[in-house]
């Protein structure tokens, strides 16, 4: 039970990475991989980890909303920053 | 002598400087542009400007007003040389004409050139434009701010170059005007406006941008006002104004420079294809590395598989049983050694033992014994047969003594028969009394007294 909410956990911290940090997070995993200094096991767990972040920056690449949003000085739209709208 | 009543004609003052001041304006052009070379140029604090334009020969006092010196885009200075537009006026009052300016050119360089190379002068030596100030450019923007016109091509060009390559990005759009007076102060505020509410937009980098135009009309990115707000911005600012040649102060300060518009998206966000590609490279690099890993750990297992232990786990076992036999046997032997050992001390104990004649001393010895023995009983014979006499004799002393022996010649004993003690003296008796006689041979007479 605990092995499995453990990957959930992992899954959650992936899907709320930025681009940026998945990038640099697989980089390095990339390179420890390459490099060989790192244990089987260990290799396999962050083989998995790897392919995720993958997964989650071609999931970001992938939306594409191709619309702009206004905003101006308008009081208007102030108030709706406060309301958490944009 | 006659006083002549002549016909010379006597002016005061006012009347010849009013006369050469109709002759001066009327004769010379209403509008007149002289060229010169600037010298005591004074900024009155009425906000007037008093100078002199002189060449080699000549010098012609100068003014411009303050309302038309606002107009004048560079700032004039000693030693420049220009051309100057305007009207020559006498005042009267004072008697002296001036060259009243409305209009300054630099010349050589155009008015705008000049204010441009004056500007970025200045904010180079304050260092507005150093790259060490300069903001990193975010590598994978999320938001990206744009600052233009509306309703200019502008816009157009700017989105569809970063959607092409980067669409995953969010786009928000901050309406400004790019041209006419007061722009930059509105840009400058737009920059300050986003850079306070930031927290809630979590804008990444902000791009100000206009499409081409001339000097006159991208003037407003010249402005030191805008510069100020660039430099000052938390957020990273691109700017992306007018062609490639076009070069504006708002280009120098801000953080990386798109040569038009259409190049905001290459200075802004990554091609997307690029890092795919990266991704796909990483994928297989990862899969391939992995594979590589998993079969060299597989064949290491397949060779200690294959090795003597696994093929042959009792080997181990049996050179185990077969050093256990050899040492049962070396036990064994050694043990018997040490029997053999033992027996053979024994043995010459045995030996010494016998070399003794142990049985001879001992025959002696039982001789020697029974004599003593012999001699014992020979001693204690003689002894007891001594004591055997003594005591016969003894006896017979003590029969002789026996009082009682006397009996036989006659005599007898008498005891009271209360007491059964004898009788010495008739003190010890009263008449009446009961008495024992005893007589020779344990014979007893009872009497009675009758009279003592």
């Excluded at chain 2, 170059?161 to 007076?181: A, E, N």
């Amino acid at each position: 039970m605990r092995v499995n909410m453990a990957k959930n956990e992992k899954k959650n911290d992936i899907s709320n990475l930025s681009f940026e940090q998945a990038i640099k997070e697989l980089t390095g995993i990339v390179n420890k991989i390459e490099q060989g200094e790192i244990p089987l096991q260990d290799s396999l767990e962050q083989y998995e980890k790897g392919m995720a972040l993958i997964k989650h920056c071609k999931g970001i690449l992938q939306k594409a909303e191709a619309r702009i949003e206004k905003i101006s000085l308008d009081s208007e739209d102030r108030k709706q920053e406060t309301e958490g709208s944009i | 002598m006659q006083r002549k009543t002549s016909s010379v004609k006597i002016y005061t003052v006012s009347e010849i400087n009013g006369l050469i001041k109709e002759v001066l304006e009327n004769s010379l052009p209403s509008r007149l542009t002289v060229s010169g070379q600037i010298t005591d140029w004074k900024l009155h604090h009425s906000g007037h400007c008093y100078f002199s334009l002189k060449d080699e020969n000549s010098v012609l006092p100068c003014v411009i007003w303050r309302s038309n010196f606002e107009d004048v885009k560079f700032k004039p200075e000693s030693g420049l040389a220009v051309l100057a537009v305007g009207s020559i006026e006498l005042y009267v009052p004072h008697g002296r004409y001036k060259f009243i300016v409305d209009e300054l050119i630099p010349a050589g360089v155009g008015a705008l050139q000049l204010a441009f190379e004056q500007m970025v002068k200045k904010l180079r030596a304050e260092g507005l434009f150093d790259e060490a100030h300069k903001k990193p450019i975010p590598r994978y923007p999320e938001r990206i701010g744009i600052l233009t016109s509306e309703s200019g091509a502008a816009l157009h060009d700017i989105t569809h170059s970063i959607w092409t390559r980067w669409p995953c990005v969010k786009l928000f759009l901050y309406p400004v005007p790019v041209q006419g007076d007061g722009a930059a102060e509105q840009i400058a505020a737009a920059i300050r406006d986003l850079n306070q509410r930031n927290k809630k937009l979590r804008l990444d980098v902000l791009i100000v941008g206009r499409g081409g135009g001339s000097q006159d009309d991208l003037w407003e990115f010249n402005k030191e006002v805008l510069a100020r707000a660039i430099y000052d911005s938390q957020i990273p600012i691109i700017s992306a104004v007018g062609h490639e040649v076009d070069v504006t102060v708002a280009d120098l300060v801000a953080d990386a420079r798109a040569s038009t518009p259409t190049k905001a998206g290459e200075e802004a966000v990554p091609d997307m294809q690029e890092v795919l590609a990266d991704l796909s490279n990483k994928e297989n690099r990862l899969w391939h590395k992995m594979k590589g890993r998993v079969e060299l750990a597989g064949q290491s297992l397949e060779t200690t598989l294959a090795s003597a232990v696994f093929r042959n786990p009792l080997l181990m076992v049996r050179n185990r049983e077969l050093d256990l036999d050899e040492l049962c046997v070396t036990l064994s032997d050694s043990v018997k050694n040490a029997v053999a050992r033992a027996k053979e001390s024994l043995h010459w104990a045995y030996e010494q033992i016998v070399r003794i004649e142990p049985h001879r001393l001992l025959a002696g010895r039982m001789l020697g014994l029974n004599e003593l023995r012999n001699r014992t009983v020979a001693a204690m014979k003689a002894v007891f047969n001594n004591r055997q006499i003594q005591l016969t004799a003894m006896a017979n002393r003590l029969a002789g003594l026996n009082p009682k022996s006397v009996l036989g010649r006659g005599y007898s004993i008498t005891m009271k028969k209360q007491t059964h003690s004898v009788l010495r003296s008739l003190a010890e008796i009263e008449v009446g009394d009961s008495l024992i006689t005893e007589l020779a041979g344990e014979n007893f007479v009872e009497s009675q007294v009758t009279k003592k």
